[in-house]
T-cell receptor
Framework: DTAVSQTPKYLVTQMGNDKSIKCEQN?????MYWYKQDSKKFLKIMFS???????INETVPNRFSPKSPDKAHLNLHINSLELGDSAVYFC????????????FGSGTRLTVV | GESVGLHLPTLSVQEGDNSIINCAYS??????FIWYKQESGKGPQFIID?????DKRQGQRVTVLLNKTVKHLSLQIAATQPGDSAVYFC??????????FGGGTRLMVKP
């Protein structure tokens, strides 16, 4: 069983569209994250979320919003997509038991045309 | 620490040689550090970790060294193999239990 799964793996869409990326973890972790990886491979935190607290990186545009229907899911919704949103987006999860070391999903490559 | 470079540093080694990948971190209060390996088309995978009360930790073919005085972390890979070719990231745990990643180093293993 995949520990952290993201869908879709690839997403090609036009500017101005709204899209969502889904993430599910079956590890029983209490904290989930979204990271953006640019073309230079730099990993930048976007959100950290557990059932008590959402921490938002202040540099993330408010067109991006995390949605968590339950502890095992953290979806990423993006409004009014722009060319600069093209990147690979990674979901990750962690818990106190792992000293908050992350388990990552396999990524979603988003291409905005 | 965060990368300020404009390109991904690359380390090229011969198969069988030892590799050393270096990382400078930014926060002297960080208490936990991790090395991740990212292969093409995949997410980063945990390799080895170290707490700030240690200066060395060994795994299978990998060793992490921590120098808190100069805020430096290194990953040593013994007898490097083609399967070690990947991008390697160091990460430090900050307050709020988030990881901040370094800029990454691409390791290329020549057969």
């Amino acid at each position: 069983d995949t520990a952290v799964s993201q869908t879709p793996k690839y997403l090609v869409t036009q500017m101005g569209n709204d899209k969502s990326i889904k993430c599910e973890q079956n590890l029983g972790h209490d904290t989930m994250y979204w990271y953006k990886q640019d073309s230079k491979k730099f990993l930048k935190i976007m959100f950290s979320y557990n059932n008590k607290e959402l921490i938002i990186n202040e540099t993330v545009p408010n067109r991006f919003s995390p949605k968590s229907p339950d502890k095992a899911h953290l979806n990423l919704h993006i409004n009014s997509l722009e060319l600069g949103d093209s990147a690979v987006y990674f979901c990750a999860s962690s818990s106190a038991a792992t000293n908050y070391g992350y388990t990552f999903g396999s990524g979603t490559r988003l291409t905005v045309v | 620490g965060e990368s300020v470079g404009l390109h991904l540093p690359t380390l090229s080694v011969q198969e069988g040689d030892n590799s050393i990948i270096n990382c400078a971190y930014s926060n002297s209060a960080s208490d936990y550090f991790i090395w991740y390996k990212q292969e093409s088309g995949k997410g980063p995978q945990f390799i080895i970790d170290i707490r700030s009360n240690m200066d060395k930790r060994q795994g299978q073919r990998v060793t992490v060294l921590l120098n808190k005085t100069v805020k430096h972390l290194s990953l040593q890979i013994a007898a490097t193999q083609p399967g070690d070719s990947a991008v390697y990231f160091c990460a430090e745990k900050n307050a709020g239990n988030m990881l901040t990643f370094g800029g990454g180093t691409r390791l290329m293993v020549k057969p």
